[in-house]
């Protein structure tokens, strides 16, 4: 990581943008891929490849999107896998409308606050059994399967099953995050016998097994939903958590059942940006754009001091929103009508000043009211199905916990809890907790322009904004957009209540790639403003080209993936 290092503080010194070698334009650091049938963006070149052979095969693009989140659920298991959660957009080309799916699970029913009190426990810890929460992966899998998948689910898992019993070899991204995970999580059962070599990580280059993974995803491909919910695998988890602890039972797991949901969108600009609602953080996406759009950005250049300004006070604003109103809408029903309206972010939009910055924000008053690591992938077909998909594990691999036999991990989502009553995320028995994985779309005159996400704990919706306003304000193509270096602002008020509130304006962590001049602008402005390595997301993004139905697909530069299409 020292070269990585080096090269970070070397870009520093030399001119801000970088520039495609053959084209001249600034941040590309490759083209943009271009298909005319269909294509795969994915955070691991064997996933996109098992996307794309899937859809040769004759399979939807949502079978595509299955097919490469199990890949990357046994190829990338620092970022998501079947114990994980699971959203989803798609576009459906019959309808040519809008489907959303939220596939998160909830807390264990035996589980109570006044256990956690009882405990002394003031925060949910983040790794053993107290932060496991039901896995909604598999279930999203089959709910978004039926309704538009086309081949049969076995053939689906098969090249997953197949990796996972004769190898794959580990990529560097994947390898260096595997080895920082080991030391934290070797103490929890099971996790060191399925998820390490003689109880290290692997290394780059090394081929990597999953026989446990390959036999569960053979009993689910053979069983259907219910192989995990309600048979064997369901027992098995339930057993292990009654030994080491835990309270995730057999009967949370029979009752799961995730749901479909309406996307929420906004105008920017001409251009129709869509997120699902809470229990995730999408929306906060949206009350930015809304803000932002009161701001001329055609007369404010890319990467300047004011361009971030803007930026940076408007995400205050709506994670001061985020973190009051985001939370499980069965408990707690969040106005997002009102959040996401304009006159709303018109009020907001006074707030903000051009000379100086918000030290600290109250949340705002809708008047009908009284380390995270994530996977993200998009696939596109020759119909014109468009799937923007996303998955995690939360923490890393998660909360550590791995049944035996099983070759997967249960994520730490519970963590997300507040161990407050009266919390809008206050922990309750069969409760959602508050997420931060997000898919995105954009639409163009009621059709498909373009299919994205921006993996990153609350960098998500900082970064959705950032590759909305690099296209549709700056002109960028889809390699661009994602190559362009990024801001990311930390110290809000959190949702999870484990921050007091921001009362000195948080810190603006660049990238590298924006001048010093920037940097001066923005301390002049008194932002605190901070280099650092890494907390900047993951992108994919596939663009679909409305007068044509050309495909155009993207690759986050700063992860192993690739993007590819026939």
């Known amino acids: ?286 009350q930015m754009l809304n803000v932002l759009e009161g701001y001329d950005f055609s007369r404010i250049p890319f990467g300047s001091a004011e361009h971030l300004h803007l930026l940076v006070e408007a995400k205050k604003l709506a994670f001061a929103d985020r973190a009051r109103w985001y939370a499980d809408p069965a408990f707690q029903p969040a106005p997002v009508a009102r959040l996401v309206s304009k006159p709303y972010a018109a009020e907001r939009r006074k707030l903000i000043a051009r000379d100086k910055v918000l030290r600290e924000v109250q949340p705002g008053t809708p008047k009908e009211l009284q380390e995270g690591d994530t996977i993200y992938l998009t696939t596109a077909d020759k119909d014109g199905m468009m799937v923007s998909l996303i998955q995690s594990n939360y923490r890393g691999m998660g909360s550590g916990m791995a049944p035996p036999g099983l070759g997967f991990i249960l994520q730490d989502r519970g963590e997300m809890f507040v161990l407050q009553e009266g919390h809008p995320n206050s922990f309750e028995p069969g409760k959602r907790p508050f997420q931060t994985i997000i898919p995105a779309f954009i639409t163009k005159d009621g059709k498909p322009f373009a299919s994205f996400g921006v993996m990153g704990g609350a960098m998500q919706p900082q970064g959705h904004v950032q590759i909305v306003m690099n296209l549709v304000d700056f002109g960028m193509n889809l390699q661009e957009a994602g190559d362009a270096p990024r801001l990311q602002h930390d110290g809000s008020t959190e949702p999870t209540g484990q921050n007091t509130m921001m009362s000195d304006g948080g810190v603006v962590q660049l990238e590298s790639g924006f001048p010093y001049e920037t940097v001066r602008g923005l301390m002049s402005l008194g932002h605190h403003v901070e280099w650092a390595l890494g907390p900047y997301g993951g992108y994919q993004a596939i663009r679909r080209d409305p007068d044509t139905g050309v495909y155009y697909g993207a690759s986050e530069s700063r992860k192993d993936g690739q993007a590819a299409g026939y």
């Open 1 to 286: 990581m020292r070269v990585l290092l080096f090269c970070s503080v070397l870009s520093l010194i030399l001119p801000a943008a970088a520039a495609d070698r053959i084209a001249g334009r600034d941040f590309a650091t490759r083209s943009e891929v271009i298909a005319p049938h269909a294509m795969a963006a994915t955070s691991h070149p064997l996933a996109t490849q098992i996307a794309l052979d899937v859809m040769k095969a004759g399979g939807s693009a949502v079978d595509a999107a299955i097919a490469a989140n199990a890949a990357l659920g046994l190829m990338e298991p620092t970022g998501n896998g079947i114990g994980g959660d699971l959203f989803a957009i798609v576009w459906d080309p019959k309808t040519k409308k809008l489907h959303g799916y939220n596939g998160s699970g909830r807390s264990p029913k035996s589980l109570t606050l006044e256990y956690f009190q009882q405990q002394g426990i003031t925060d949910i810890p983040p790794h053993g059994p107290l932060p496991v929460s039901v896995p909604g992966t598999v279930d999203g899998w089959f709910a978004l399967h039926g309704r538009f998948g086309k081949l049969p689910m076995p053939q689906v898992l098969a090249p997953t099953i197949r990796y996972a019993r004769q190898g794959h070899p580990v990529h560097q991204t994947i390898a260096y995050y595997w080895g920082l995970s080991v030391p934290r999580l070797s103490k929890w059962p099971g996790f060191k016998e399925q998820f390490t070599i003689d109880g290290r990580a692997p290394r780059v280059g090394e081929l990597w097994k999953n026989p446990h993974l390959a036999d569960t995803l053979q009993k689910i491909a053979a069983g259907g939903r219910d192989a995990f919910y309600k048979g064997d695998i369901a027992r098995t988890i339930d057993a292990y958590f009654k030994a080491n602890g835990g309270f995730l039972s057999y009967e949370d797991l029979a009752s799961h059942q995730g749901e479909w949901v309406e996307p929420v969108s906004t105008n920017y600009r001409g251009y129709d940006v869509w997120e699902l609602p809470p229990n995730g953080q999408g929306i906060a996406a949206l």
